[in-house]
Every structure is written in C-alpha cells, then in structure tokens.
C-alpha cells in the first residue's frame, strides 16, 4: 500500500501562470515533508520542506502547504518558468525512525511551456 | 563543496554476475541512505547507516543485497546473482547527523548508478 502518493502523473503549465503540485499521504505518523525535484540523469534535488507543526513554509517562488486534517500537502511555484521542468516527488518521514528513512511519492512530471 | 558522488553511474550486467555500487558522501555527514528507484517510479528505501554501523535495512528485497560502510564514509552496496528484477536506478544520499530532538536532517542525493540486468 502506498503512504505518499502522488495523483498526477503530469502537469503542464504556460510560463509565468502559478503550478501546483499535490500529494496525499496515509500514514498519520508522518511529521515531516520535503520535495525534492529530479532532471533526468541526476540525483533528486532537495527544494523545500515543512514540519507537521506548521502549515506553510516559503522559499522564494516556491510554497509548501500542509493539510493535516485531510492529509495533503501541496507545493506552489509561482511564477512558474521553463527550467522548473522536472520531475517532482514529495517524500514523508516519521518519528521515531531511525536515520528518517524517507517514503516517497510516485512523482509528477512538470512542463513548463514558454 | 563536493556533493554525494556515485560510480559507476551506469552498469550493465549479465545475470548471475554480482556487481557492487559505491557511494562517497558529503564529507563529515554521518548518516547514509540507500534507495533503489524502478523506472517510473518514486526512489525507495533500501538501507541505513550511522557512521559505520547499519542501523536498517528492512528495505533490502533479499539476501542477495548487502552494504557496507566499514570506515564510517564511504559504502558499497553489492548486489550478488543479478537477477533482471534488481534493473534500477541506485541512489546514495547521506545528512549531516541523525535526527535531533524537534528537528530534521535534508537528505543529499548523489546522482545515481544506473543498473541494467540482461
């Protein structure tokens, strides 16, 4: 059974517009995200996280929201631009973990069209 | 600073070989991570390290996957008798410590070996 899942496969977007990304997780346990953006042919690359204490967190063009109640978290990327195409994953991990092994989403792939 | 580094970053092998994957982490992180990534689909975990001492590997789909880190830096996971199934991306990521009380360590991803059994 998947914990973290992420429902879109693919989004397309017209440059400057807002992107959203969601994911869902199971696990109530869970009280720590991240997402992390993947170019192919290299390693994930972390871009922001948020705690399970809080409900946003900002970085720049990018947002993380939290819903803990429905178990939901969504990142924004406003304005979105050409080289935020990638694939993006949000992963989870509990406490208390040992290391916080990470669960990850399927990942959704992002375009961003000029 | 050098980021996690992975070699080889693509290998082919024939079934029944054994093959071993290494990783050298960000220098001075003490926590590693090995996950295993199937095409199209979300890296998962495979094993853990603090220093030299594995402290998970519940992750590991059998016995024929091993790792090591016998000096506390660098690991080396081994796959013996590759199967077509173990056909994946590897990836190394390490962190600066385990976890603290309240908080949360980012997990550094090297750039993955590509594996192939044919």
């Known amino acids: 059974d998947q914990q973290v899942k992420q429902n879109s496969p693919s989004l397309s977007v017209q440059e400057g517009r807002i992107s959203i990304l969601n994911c869902d997780y199971t696990n109530s346990m869970f009280d720590y995200f991240l997402w992390y953006k993947k170019y192919p042919a290299e390693g994930p690359t972390f871009l922001i996280s948020?705690?399970?204490?809080?409900d946003k967190n900002e970085d720049g063009r990018f947002t993380v929201f939290l819903n803990k109640s429905a178990k939901h978290l969504s990142l924004h990327i406003v304005p979105s631009q050409p080289g935020d195409s990638a694939v993006y994953f949000c992963?989870?991990?509990?406490?208390?973990?040992?290391?916080?092994?990470?669960?990850f989403g399927g990942g959704t792939r992002l375009m961003v069209k000029p | 600073g050098a980021g996690v580094s992975q070699s080889p970053r693509y290998k082919v092998a024939k079934r029944g070989q054994d093959v071993a994957l290494r990783c050298d982490p960000i220098s001075g992180h003490v926590s590693l991570f090995w996950y295993q990534q199937a095409l199209g689909q979300g890296p998962e975990f495979l094993t853990y390290f603090q220093n030299e001492a594995q402290l998970d590997k519940s992750g590991l789909p059998s016995d024929r996957f091993f790792a090591e880190r016998p000096e506390g830096s660098v690991s080396t996971l081994k796959i013996q008798r590759t199967q077509q199934e173990d056909s994946a991306v590897y990836l190394c990521?390490?962190?600066?410590?385990?976890?603290?009380?309240?908080?949360?360590?980012?997990?550094?991803f090297g750039p993955g070996t590509r594996l192939l059994v044919l």
């Open positions: 992963a989870a991990s509990a406490r208390p973990n040992a290391g916080n092994m990470l669960t």
């Open positions: 948020i705690s399970s204490i809080k």
């Open positions: 990521a390490s962190s600066f410590s385990r976890t603290l009380r309240g908080r949360q360590e980012t997990q550094y």
